[in-house]
């Protein structure tokens, strides 16, 4: 996969007078959610939260994620891992009817999450991303999913990194944009290329120069793979000076966007109905 771009605390997003809007209208979330085959979930929720919110949502973590939630420096990174992970196990919860702490999750061979299988349950896929405390969730069943978010970052969006990561055809479609436009369009390359990785699941095994997404901001995303036929590409602005991108496999999804803002004030000291 691509490296994260990282949170670094003093990284700025685009000034106040070029700031990009929402592109996407988020739905209050259903009390009893469910997941029809063919439907696409998005969710959004914000990662700073209380202290008392944290601590419930660590309780809800197994010990290997409590581990990892360790191994940050920063105390701000450290809680918005967990309270990322525990909004997932929230929203897990709701759908398979089962408390949060109860979800069996498993790393793939490339640290893609993925739920242990366990007999009478659906087959929910599933992915989440979050940059600088906000995070995305993409759920649907039985085909696979993957989302990436970033937000806007000057100072992160040049050259050098473009070189690194993406293809000629990417950095020629980059290099054509008027300067206002490169860090959107840098942006909206990167997490369109995430997202497609996320969903293959393939990590390092896809050479990041062997498939190309668009990049050029208000013109159609398109990914354009060897296997491109069989995903499908949708790219949005979930908050201002963010940009995300989801990948799907098949076509005709139905998509819908909830705020899951309610999740983690909530759901830190509540448990699924079982």
Not at 87 to 116: N, S
Request: aromatic letters at 8%; hydrophobic letters at 40%; one cysteine or more.
């Amino acid at each position: 996969m691509i490296s994260p771009a990282p949170d670094s605390p003093g990284a700025m997003a685009h000034s106040s007078s070029s700031r990009l809007k929402p592109t996407i209208t988020w739905l209050p979330p259903p009390a009893d959610p469910a997941l029809p085959p063919g439907e696409l979930h998005i969710w959004s929720a914000p990662l700073d939260v209380t202290e008392d919110s944290v601590r419930g949502f660590a309780a809800h973590l197994s010990a290997d994620e409590m581990a990892r939630a360790e191994k940050f420096v920063f105390a701000r990174d450290r809680e918005h891992f967990i309270v990322a992970r525990g909004i997932l196990r929230m929203l897990l919860g709701r759908y398979l009817r089962k408390p949060p702490a109860g979800i069996a999750l498993c790393k793939g061979p490339r640290d893609k999450p993925y739920l242990r299988a366990e007999t009478g349950e659906p087959p929910l896929k599933f992915n989440l991303s979050h940059s600088h405390g906000l995070a995305l969730y993409a759920c649907a069943m039985q085909r696979e999913v993957g989302i990436d978010l970033e937000r806007l970052r000057p100072d992160f969006a040049g050259a050098e990194i473009a070189e690194r990561f993406f293809s000629a055809h990417e950095q020629e479609e980059l290099r054509a944009l008027p300067a206002e436009l490169r860090t959107e369009g840098f942006f909206l390359c990167w997490t369109r290329k995430e997202a497609y990785l996320k969903a293959r699941g393939d990590g390092l095994q896809i050479p990041l120069d062997s498939f190309d997404v668009t990049l050029t901001p208000h013109q159609p995303a398109e990914l354009r793979s060897t296997d491109s036929a069989r995903w499908t590409l949708l790219s949005f602005t979930p908050a201002p000076d963010y940009v995300a991108a989801a990948v799907a496999e098949g076509s005709g999804w139905s998509t819908k966007s909830f705020d899951g803002s309610g999740v983690n004030l909530l759901a830190a000291n509540q448990e699924a109905p079982c």
